[in-house]
């Protein structure tokens, strides 16, 4: 089976970074990847690693450690519009399997 | 390019009634499908996925059932739903890429309201 946690829900300011954690154990790891969802739509795709390191994609940033099982979402200079929540999803087995994690509610305050 | 479309948008439907939901894909051919389901307040359940036609893998017993009856088509079915049948249902679609390019990366549907009454 596979277990995969994030924060429930997190807080912070308008301009600043926030990190939202991710940690999961699975057997046959192929890639994991990241997700936003706004309240009441679909997700939509942010970014994938399945190598060690970061992976830059503008003001979102995703890092993996393999080894740890852990990931992380790092969202630089926050806009009112990043309020969503984020999924984390991890890629097993024969590569057609994709299981999400719950979400962390990220709110964006003034 | 590839798009992605599922109906209907949103549905009431009573207690012990049938469901059809149906999902196409164009622009991409031999794609993985799936259905997710997303309680209020919960995550993505997997339901559902197939990697071609009649080709059906089952994640979680319950209910509903679902078919493909063409490469790019695919069906969410129940014959009597269940209040605890509520929610959101997503639609999805991937092709294998290069694994360190882009993985399985899964591309949603805009999502089928569902509320059982």
Known sequence: ?110 | SQTIHQWPATLVQPVGSPLSLECTVEGTSNPNLYWYRQAAGRGLQLLFYSVGIGQISSEVPQNLSASRPQDRQFILSSKKLLLSDSGFYLCAWSVLGGARISGNTIYFGEGSWLTVV
Request: hydrophobic share 30%; glycine share 10%; with cysteine.
């Open chain 1, 1 to 110: 089976g596979q277990n995969i946690d994030q924060p429930t829900e997190m807080t912070a300011t308008e301009g600043a970074i926030v990190q939202i954690n991710c940690t999961y154990q699975t057997s046959g790891f192929n890639g994991l990847f990241w997700y936003q969802q706004h309240a009441g739509e679909a997700p939509t795709f942010l970014s994938y690693n399945v190598l060690d390191g970061l992976e830059e994609k503008g003001r979102f940033s995703s890092f993996l450690s393999r080894s740890k099982g852990y990931s992380y979402l790092l969202l630089k200079e926050l806009q009112m519009k990043d309020s969503a929540s984020y999924l984390c999803a991890v890629q097993s087995g024969g590569y057609q399997k994709v299981t999400f994690g719950t979400g962390t509610k990220l709110q964006v305050i003034p």
